[in-house]
């Protein structure tokens, strides 16, 4: 009997520790990559020593790298994908099953070895698998060497040659990438469409390429200057050398043609400029240099200090992307739109590089916060005056759920029906998700929590539920609701007004919740006289009231979610005119036509 309640208890207690394991970790990886490119060819060698360190408390048997170049390919994932859904990227269309030997992109290993010893692996797509030979520890480190080919593909989605613009080379994700394992294992997602995931850790990097060429991107630059007077040397040559710490992935951009710019930015962060000597877009990339300088001051302001000592604006890509220490944008923009893609693609240096979530399984968390603290910056920045400067969000998010397709932001970005489906969810649905919040605990501790967020959870990889942990304690509120019915389902909001009586100076407002999702309710009464009397409704499951700078303010009984009807008792002398539920229209409820009573 004693042996059974002894092994009971272990077995508890193994069972507590497993269920209660919540302390936090991650891997690490150092880079040391050298690569030769032939420019006329537009194929490159590298090899890469790579130090894996295992943070995780698990044994790891095997590893994966993402080889992102295998995409463009006829055949691939991204050309099947893009061929068979209904509204495909205009970007890639049918292109990458058009792209003949010489356009196609790949990545080839040559050799790999774990600490000295050959390894087995095999390619999948754009995924290695690797077997190890000596499995890692917890709390060890193992070094990987690798040799590859490598073809850099015609510019298509993000990466490649000769753009449209004109632009050499756009070089993302261009090496060998080691996968992130974390505490829900392995993400070794095959290269779609979407985003990415990357390991943490320090990159040291030599390009040689023709001496003509001018490189910006990611890191410091430890030889010579980023102004090409390396091609004072000799030779055809030149080998850049860059140090990046603490990063989570490498990029750069090459051209014979850049012009590059630098300012002097706040807290003595160089701001560096690269684009095109094309005298139609001169005048536009020399007035985006001191706006970009006031968009990082903004958000260091209401984010967080940016932390690295440059911040390159580089043309290239296909659109806009963000990466380490700087985003690839095409150039060929009106100033408006030049700004707004830089100011988009700069808050993303906290909203995915600093705060690096998931973008596959949280690109809301990405996109959308990008969005809202953005929409925000250029109403300051460039004095737009919008009383809500994220209002396309909510329309764009309205307009999804009109179409009866909307999926929910737990969505793997790659599972969507549709492209439009994604990028409504990502950008307009995870815009409306902070704004909102902003309405259920109020302006200022949105504001506090979004700094408080990135103080916590910089250089580290968050999740939905990290974030809105931290709205919790910033506000005093439970807020576990919120985050399960606005982002892990697609319940809607709907409350309406259902009957308004009269009698004597008595007036009884009765409301209705149509829809699944509950909220805190903001409702204004005017009175004929023109006076406005404001009532607040709490979310009894909130089990907090939002502050508010209103004075005379008349909170009520909180409503139950599980009851469809709330009413609540008007006592004033003098006659009700009209009700509104939300006057500020930041709660997104999906029909406004009964948000709204006019005494007739």
């Given at each position: 009997?004693?042996i059974?309640?002894g092994?009971?208890?272990a077995?508890?207690?193994?069972i507590?520790t ?6 936090y ?19 490159y ?5 790579l ?32 061929l ?9 269309g049918d ?33 290695l698998?690797?077997?190890l ?18 073809q850099v ?5 993000r ?12 070089m993302?994700?261009?090496y060998?990438?080691?996968a ?6 392995w ?26 060429y001018i ?9 010579g ?18 140090n ?10 090459a ?8 300012i002097e930015g706040?807290?003595?962060v160089t701001?560096n ?17 001191p706006?970009t ?5 903004y ?10 000592k ?10 806009g992307?963000?990466?380490?220490m700087?985003t ?7 100033l408006?739109s030049?700004i ?8 993303h ?8 979530t ?24 460039m ?11 909510y329309r ?12 929910s ?7 969507y ?12 649905k995870?815009?409306v998700?902070?704004?909102q ?8 501790n ?8 990135y ?17 919790e ?16 389902t697609?319940n ?6 259902k ?5 004597g100076?008595?007036?009884t407002?009765?409301?209705e ?11 204004n009464?005017t009175?004929?006289d ?17 502050p ?10 909180g ?16 006659k ?25």
């Open positions: 009997m004693k059974f309640i092994g009971v208890f077995l508890f207690i193994t507590a497993a269920q209660n394991n919540t302390s970790w991650q891997q690490k990886v150092d880079y040391k990559m050298e690569i030769d490119l032939d420019v006329e060819a537009h194929q060698k590298g090899t890469q020593e130090t894996y360190t295992n943070n995780s408390p698990d044994t790891i048997y095997r590893v994966f790298y993402h080889l992102y170049f295998n995409a463009f390919q006829p055949g691939s994932d991204m050309d099947v994908r893009s068979t859904i209904s509204d495909p990227d205009g970007r890639v292109r990458i099953s058009k792209l003949s030997p010489e356009e196609i992109g790949y990545i080839k290993p040559t050799k790999l070895t774990q600490d000295g010893k050959g390894l087995k692996y095999k390619i999948v797509g754009t995924v698998e690797v077997s030979n000596t499995p890692i520890p917890p709390s060890s480190s193992t070094v990987f060497n690798m040799n590859w080919d490598a593909p015609l510019q298509i989605r990466s490649g040659r000769n753009s449209s613009e004109g632009v050499a080379y756009s993302t994700q261009w060998p990438k080691l992130e394992y974390d505490f829900e294992g993400h070794a997602d095959s290269y779609i469409g979407r985003e990415f995931h990357g390991v943490w850790g320090d990159f040291d990097v030599k390009i040689k390429l023709d001496k003509d490189i910006g991107g990611t890191g410091y630059l430890q030889n200057d980023k102004d090409g007077l390396g091609k004072k040397s000799k030779g055809k040559t030149r080998t850049w050398h860059f990046a710490p603490d990063v989570h992935d490498f990029t750069w951009a051209d014979n043609e850049y012009i590059h710019d630098s706040p807290n003595e701001l400029f690269y684009y095109k000597n094309n005298p139609e877009i001169l005048e536009n990339w020399k007035a985006l240099q706006i300088a006031d968009l990082l001051t958000f260091n302001t209401h984010i967080g200090e940016y932390p690295y440059q911040y390159s604006v580089i043309q290239g890509g296909d659109g992307m963000e990466y380490a700087c690839l944008i095409t150039g060929e923009r009106k408006n030049l707004g893609v830089t100011a988009h693609e700069m808050a240096t906290w909203f995915q590089f600093l705060l690096a998931n973008e596959l399984k949280h690109e809301w968390m990405d996109e959308g916060f990008t969005s809202y603290i953005s929409g925000w910056a250029m109403n300051e920045v004095e737009e005056n919008k009383e809500n400067p994220v209002s396309n969000s764009g998010y309205n307009y999804n759920v009109s179409t009866g397709n909307e999926q932001l737990s969505t793997h970005a790659d599972r029906l549709t492209n439009q489906g994604y990028g409504i969810n990502a950008y307009s995870g815009s998700f902070l704004a919040l902003g309405y259920v605990i109020g302006k200022e949105l504001d506090e929590t979004i700094k408080r967020y103080s916590e959870w910089k250089f580290k990889h968050p999740t939905p539920n990290d974030f809105i942990r931290v709205a304690k910033v506000s005093g509120a439970e807020l576990d609701w919120y985050l399960m019915d606005f982002a892990q697609t809607t909001i709907d409350y309406g007004i009957n308004v009586t009269t009698e100076n008595k007036t407002v009765s409301l919740r149509i829809g699944l999702m509950p909220m805190p309710l903001d409702i009464v009175f004929e023109g006076s406005v009397g404001t009532y607040y409704v709490p979310l009894q499951m909130m089990r907090k009231n939002k508010s700078s209103i004075e005379d303010r008349t909170v009520l009984t409503w139950a979610w599980a009851n469809p009807n709330y009413s609540f008792t008007i006592e004033e002398n003098k009700v005119k009209s009700i509104t539920i939300d006057a500020s229209q930041l709660m997104a409820d999906i029909n406004l036509e009964n948000n709204s009573y006019t005494v007739k």
